[in-house]
């Protein structure tokens, strides 16, 4: 008889003490990784901005965004610390997308769902061989070609919603059946997910599961998970392994949002204000 897999284990400010590492003195730019962000379509580049942020102040090195050439003036305007790889195409993502030198790729933030983006999609997790971070409109294009799941690298991140989630393995009765298909489904595709809620889940392909203690209710607005996107995309560069970079990006996400929504309130806390914040979330993990 199939034994059940284990209930999740709660992620606590240790987990994230012993995962984050201190910075070298004698390091440089290139000691952190180049990331690469697919992101971005007319009338979304505001994902790609955040993920960007989010990304840069997560410590990555270097980081590049493949947009379309709609949103060049905006990213070069709003996140100056990044460079701009523009597609061929005015409003969305067509073109094969570069894959030499990056250290991972996060992909999906606002890119909409358009054949030639699905192409460009499919034509990256076909051809780039590390660990990247799925999410968003990437993870639909995926529910509706389960076909390529195959094709998807060893020990990615999937990070969907759970409407996101549903679409790609189904419905489930309830959250103990859902967690369960989730452990299932990193097990069978040797991926990781991370289930974005109010306890955020986060599956992995040895069968163990976390669940998060960091977040509140400000967090229900849209753009919080293109900063989530941005945050393990960028730790994942550094060298830090996929289940690490799950468990600290989960909790520091969280962890921000929780130091902003002191200051805001729920009602008024936005992505903008979570990404802000990050560098106040690590200043609490590196003091003790």
Request: glycine content about 10%; hydrophobic content about 40%.
């Amino acid at each position: 008889m199939t034994q059940p897999d284990p209930a999740p284990e709660w992620i606590t400010e240790r987990h994230v003490a012993e995962i984050i590492r201190q910075r070298d003195p004698f390091s440089h730019k290139g000691s952190y990784g180049h990331a690469l962000l697919v992101a971005g379509s007319f009338g979304k580049m505001g994902a790609a901005v955040l993920a960007a942020k989010a990304s840069l102040r997560t410590g990555v090195g270097l980081l590049s965004v493949h947009i379309p050439k709609c949103g060049y003036g905006i990213l070069q305007t709003a996140v100056p610390e990044a460079m701009v790889i523009c597609d061929e195409n005015e409003t969305l993502i067509s073109a094969a997308i570069p894959l030499d030198n990056f250290s991972t790729i996060g992909v999906g933030c606002g890119l909409g769902t358009a054949p030639e983006t699905a192409n460009a999609v499919k034509q990256l997790i076909q051809h780039f061989k590390q660990p990247i971070v799925i999410d968003a409109d990437a993870i639909n294009m995926l529910s509706e070609n389960k076909t390529w799941l195959a094709f998807v690298p060893a020990n990615s991140i999937f990070t969907p919603h759970p409407k996101e989630f549903e679409r790609l393995v189904g419905k489930t009765k309830n959250e103990q059946a859902q967690t369960q298909l989730q452990i299932e489904f990193s097990k069978s595709y040797g991926i990781y997910v991370v289930l974005k809620g109010h306890h955020t889940r986060i599956s992995c392909p040895n069968g163990k599961c976390y669940a998060n203690t960091t977040g509140n209710a400000g967090m229900a607005k849209g753009g919080t998970g293109d900063a989530l996107t941005g945050m393990i995309t960028a730790l994942l560069a550094q060298g830090y392994g996929p289940e690490q970079a799950c468990v600290a990006g989960v909790y520091l996400h969280g962890l921000a949002g929780d130091v902003a929504v002191k200051a805001l309130g729920e009602f008024s806390l936005l992505a903008s204000d979570l990404i802000e914040n990050i560098g106040n979330a690590f200043l609490k993990i590196l003091s003790k």
